[in-house]
């Protein structure tokens, strides 16, 4: 069966800190790894999109990894600002539009 | 348009009534998704359009939802009988195409059934 997991569920920071969002996918057949930022009641916004023969793309403060022999993924997110407050979700996908989403990491920056 | 739009973006009906949510995707995407969020959880796939055509339904929970895409642009999610389980956030999301492309959503239309 497809499925996303993601770890942790929820997070708490401090606002300067670095931070790691974990996901595992079981995707067959895989395409690729997108990472989403979701806003408290907002659509998901693309963060990246990897194919299996990338192991690393980076947008501004946000780098994500992929191994695609472990089937895991992890999304770091340096220097956090009060606006990465927000959901984070790993979605696999195994064509142009099966997305199979995880239920996201909750992710909160205090100051 | 700029982006995805949706609307409306917050639908509140009686158990049993029907209810039609639009979205109009970014000009020129071709493909266009919907999706089900509930409370909690991550968005799950319903439907796929390439076109004018459904592509792939295969996420449709029963035969009281229904989609169109009639001139390959708009789309309308069609829900007949409502249930209380139908109360989610109903995303869409257009992408222009061809893999991987990156699909864009809109905000979402917030249904909830009473």
């Known amino acids: 069966k497809n499925q996303v997991e993601q770890s942790p569920q929820s997070l708490i920071i401090l606002e300067g800190k670095n931070c790691t969002l974990q996901?595992?996918?079981?995707?067959?057949?895989?395409?690729?790894l997108r990472w989403y930022k979701q806003d408290t009641g907002r659509g998901p916004v693309s963060l990246t999109i990897?194919?299996?023969?990338?192991n690393t793309k980076s947008n501004g403060r946000y780098t994500a990894t992929l191994d695609a022999d472990t089937k895991q993924s992890s999304l770091h997110i340096t220097a956090s600002q009060l606006s990465d407050s927000a959901s984070y979700i790993c979605?696999?996908?195994?064509?142009?539009?099966?997305?199979?989403f995880g239920t996201g990491t909750r992710l909160k920056v205090l100051a | 348009g700029a982006g995805v739009s949706q609307t409306p973006s917050n639908k509140v009906t009686e158990k049993g009534k029907y209810v039609e949510l639009r979205c109009d995707p970014i000009?020129?995407?071709?493909?266009l998704y919907w999706y089900r969020q509930s409370l909690g959880q991550g968005p799950e796939f319903l439907i796929y359009?390439?076109?004018?055509?459904?592509?792939?339904d295969s996420g449709l929970p029963n035969d009281r939802f229904f989609a169109v895409r009639p001139e390959g642009s708009v789309s309308t999610l069609k829900i007949q009988r409502t249930e209380r389980g139908d109360s989610a956030v109903y995303l869409c999301?257009?992408?222009?195409?061809?893999?991987?492309?990156?699909?864009?959503f809109g905000q979402g239309t917030r249904l909830t059934v009473v």
């Open positions: 999301a257009s992408s222009p195409g061809g893999p991987p492309t990156e699909a864009f």
């Open positions: 996901c595992n996918y079981t995707v067959s057949p895989f395409s690729n």
């Open positions: 990897m194919t299996f023969s990338e």
């Open positions: 979605v696999g996908s195994s064509g142009t539009y099966k997305y199979i």
């Open positions: 000009s020129g995407h071709t493909a």
């Open positions: 359009f390439q076109g004018t055509g459904a592509a792939d």
